[in-house]
């Protein structure tokens, strides 16, 4: 009968596919060759793999003299799906020994998770050969031996990923790829890489690319690695950078440095759910420079990178809050395009520079702090501040000497508090002298505020009101007040310490995105050296 054997015909070809199509599920912890064989059937895994401690051979102690296999291998080549995490974890012990060893997994393409790999340190290179499509990898604690670069030449396929971790590695070069972040995930923002590579010893080149036909978005993180490491970011017009120890660092299609804490994260990623500053701190190299760069918005830090001599900004056009400290070779700065210092934003410089210039701002309604102890002289800018310039924040300009003595700054502190008494008096007495000419309603209300600090002579005493915060900044313009010798008005101003505290709320891409803008911090010479975490 024909239909009954074209049926048995239908039965038989369905089990066959279904061999070699086969699904698995479930959360599995593999340690021994049992473990593999089990999955070694399965195209597809739905859960959780994780490869740990395997015991490999026999267990029994080898025998003298008989040569050791090498290189045994966790091999994984029938999976090409995982839709979970893949994790492989400490070395393999092989016939009682611990030798070298790698994994492989020939055919995996996607894993919807994870892949990780830690602290197997007799690992060489991984081979994943045809893995195109992972939300996280993270490599940490591994030597990886003789092939030590981790780029297309070793895994020629990954194109989507959202996050990349390299922790304690003898990787010498990372990158290479070309990423695509958009719409092979489930995330509805701008496409997002999460890089991370810190204490890599010996890591001297990083090299990534988004693809440059769409808007991509990085939040990277650079520390402690090799003391050459170079650093490429091409085609990423948005990030938020945490770079340090870096000997060069380009990313030549920068538009806007943020902080977020509102992208949606790559599952089982690194955790970026924290508030990130963008930062460049204690980097050796000379110069920095962002030629694409239009936009801070929230805060950044160019701090204590001890041999940068070129800081290029040249389109960089508003800002909330960038601070400048402590770079101190750098001895010009210059913002040739900076026309706006956003309300209740900051630039502050703290540094020996000699030279400064910010010819575009006419007005701002943020603040422009500037202390140099490098001979930079205050006058133009003052003048272009009385005579261009209008400020809703405030504006301080301080001429400082470098390397004050103890002895030094004890009688400056002295003469700071004489000054402020001073001060304190000639108030008084005026106060005294209006009050005797005011009713008594106003005598009362002035009393009690006089109890509280003693107030400088300031003619524009401004309170500046954003969201829900008030913030109270004290300004005293160059000429304003009685002129003391030794710019002592200005630090007595400094000990006052300006707070500027602002939240912005603003939406952009229909999420809500909250800015905490820390100006200042009171600190032993008065200026804001705080950072804001
Ligand atoms: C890997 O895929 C190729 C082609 O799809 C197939 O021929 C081969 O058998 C697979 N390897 C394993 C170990 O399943
Ligand atoms: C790797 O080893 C270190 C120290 O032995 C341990 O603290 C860490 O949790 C391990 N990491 C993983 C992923 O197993
Ligand atoms: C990896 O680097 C460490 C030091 O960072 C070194 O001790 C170790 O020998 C290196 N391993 C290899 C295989 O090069
Ligand atoms: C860094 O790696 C990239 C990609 O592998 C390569 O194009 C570039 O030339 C390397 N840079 C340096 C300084 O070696
Ligand atoms: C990445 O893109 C650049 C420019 O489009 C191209 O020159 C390079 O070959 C690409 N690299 C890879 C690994 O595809
Ligand atoms: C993507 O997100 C939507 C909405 O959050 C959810 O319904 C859907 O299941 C997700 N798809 C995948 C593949 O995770
Ligand atoms: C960007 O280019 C890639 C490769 O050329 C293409 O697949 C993708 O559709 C492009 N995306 C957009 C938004 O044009
Ligand atoms: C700065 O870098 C040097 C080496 O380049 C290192 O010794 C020092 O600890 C670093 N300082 C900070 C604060 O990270
Ligand atoms: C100061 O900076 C301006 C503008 O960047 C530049 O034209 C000038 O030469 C600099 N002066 C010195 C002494 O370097």
């Known amino acids: 009968?024909?239909?009954?054997?074209?049926?048995?015909?239908?039965?038989?070809y369905s089990a066959i596919t279904r061999m070699a199509w086969a699904d698995c599920s479930g959360t599995t912890t593999i340690t021994d060759i049992t473990g593999?064989?089990?999955i070694a059937t399965c195209t597809n895994w739905i859960g959780d793999i994780t490869v740990q401690s395997m015991t490999l051979g026999s267990t029994a102690t080898p025998t003298p003299g008989q040569p050791q296999v090498a290189n045994p291998a966790i091999a994984l080549d029938s999976l090409e799906q995982i839709h979970g995490t893949l994790a492989f974890r400490?070395?393999?012990?092989?016939?009682?020994?611990?030798?070298?060893?790698?994994?492989?997994?020939?055919?995996?393409?996607?894993?919807?998770?994870?892949?990780?790999?830690?602290?197997?340190?007799?690992?060489?290179?991984?081979?994943?050969?045809?893995?195109?499509?992972?939300?996280?990898?993270?490599?940490?604690?591994?030597?990886?031996?003789?092939?030590?670069?981790?780029?297309?030449?070793?895994w020629p396929?990954?194109?989507?990923?959202?996050?990349?971790?390299?922790?304690?590695?003898?990787?010498t070069e990372l990158g290479g790829w070309n990423l695509s972040l958009a719409g092979k995930f489930n995330t509805t923002e701008t496409p997002t890489l999460v890089l991370s590579a810190t204490s890599n010893s010996a890591l001297n080149n990083i090299s990534l690319a988004g693809w440059s036909n769409t808007s991509s978005y990085i939040v990277a993180e650079l520390a402690d690695n090799g003391p050459n490491l170079h650093v490429d970011l091409p085609?990423?017009?948005?990030?938020?950078?945490?770079?340090?120890?870096?000997?060069?660092?380009?990313?030549?299609d920068l538009i806007t440095l943020k902080t977020t804490s509102s992208f949606v994260l790559p599952q089982e990623g690194p955790d970026t759910n924290t508030e990130r500053l963008s930062e460049f701190q204690n980097n050796t190299f000379t110069a920095l420079s962002l030629p694409a760069l239009t936009t801070v918005t929230s805060t950044a830090y160019i701090q204590d990178n001890?041999?940068?001599?070129?800081?290029?900004?040249?389109?960089?056009?508003?800002?909330?809050?960038?601070?400048?400290?402590?770079?101190?070779?750098?001895?010009?700065?210059?913002?040739?395009?900076?026309?706006?210092?956003?309300?209740?934003?900051?630039?502050?410089?703290?540094?020996?520079?000699?030279?400064?210039?910010?010819?575009?701002?006419?007005?701002?309604?943020?603040?422009?702090?500037?202390?140099s102890t490098g001979g930079y002289n205050c006058g133009p800018l003052k003048k272009q501040q009385r005579d261009l310039l209008t400020f809703k924040g405030?504006?301080?300009?301080?001429?400082?000497?470098?390397?004050?003595?103890?002895?030094?700054?004890?009688?400056?502190?002295?003469?700071?508090?004489?000054?402020?008494?001073?001060?304190?008096a000639i108030t008084w007495i005026l106060l005294r002298r209006r009050r005797k000419s005011r009713g008594a309603k106003a005598e009362e209300k002035e009393a009690s505020s006089g109890d509280e600090t003693t107030p400088l002579p300031t003619d524009r005493p401004e309170n500046v009101e954003l969201g829900a915060v008030a913030n109270e900044i004290k300004e005293l313009p160059p000429g304003d007040g009685p002129e003391l010798p030794g710019g002592k008005v200005q630090m007595a101003q400094e000990l006052e310490t300006p707070v500027v505290r602002a939240e912005l709320a603003g939406k952009q891409d229909g999420v809500v995105e909250r800015h905490e803008l820390h100006a200042s911090d009171p600190t032993s010479n008065g200026w804001p050296l705080e950072k804001a975490t």
């Open 1 to 12: 009968m024909k239909p009954a054997r074209s049926r048995l015909r239908w039965v038989a």
């Open 36 to 38: 593999l064989t089990a």
């Open 90 to 154: 400490d070395n393999i012990a092989f016939n009682g020994n611990q030798i070298e060893f790698i994994i492989q997994a020939t055919n995996l393409s996607e894993v919807s998770g994870t892949l990780s790999i830690a602290n197997m340190t007799l690992l060489r290179m991984p081979r994943f050969p045809s893995l195109a499509i992972a939300r996280a990898i993270s490599l940490q604690g591994l030597s990886l031996y003789d092939e030590v670069t981790f780029g297309p030449a070793q």
């Open 157 to 171: 396929s990954l194109y989507a990923l959202l996050a990349l971790t390299v922790h304690d590695t003898n990787i």
């Open 235 to 252: 085609s990423f017009d948005t990030a938020s950078l945490r770079v340090s120890d870096v000997a060069g660092f380009s990313a030549p």
């Open 306 to 371: 001890a041999y940068l001599r070129t800081l290029d900004l040249p389109k960089l056009s508003t800002l909330d809050v960038l601070y400048l400290f402590t770079n101190d070779r750098l001895e010009n700065i210059a913002f040739p395009t900076l026309w706006s210092v956003n309300q209740g934003g900051l630039l502050s410089i703290n540094s020996k520079f000699s030279n400064f210039s910010i010819p575009a701002l006419t007005s701002s309604a943020g603040s422009l702090f500037l202390r």
């Open 394 to 424: 405030s504006f301080q300009c301080t001429e400082a000497h470098s390397g004050l003595g103890t002895g030094a700054l004890v009688g400056l502190i002295v003469g700071v508090v004489i000054a402020v008494l001073i001060l304190a």
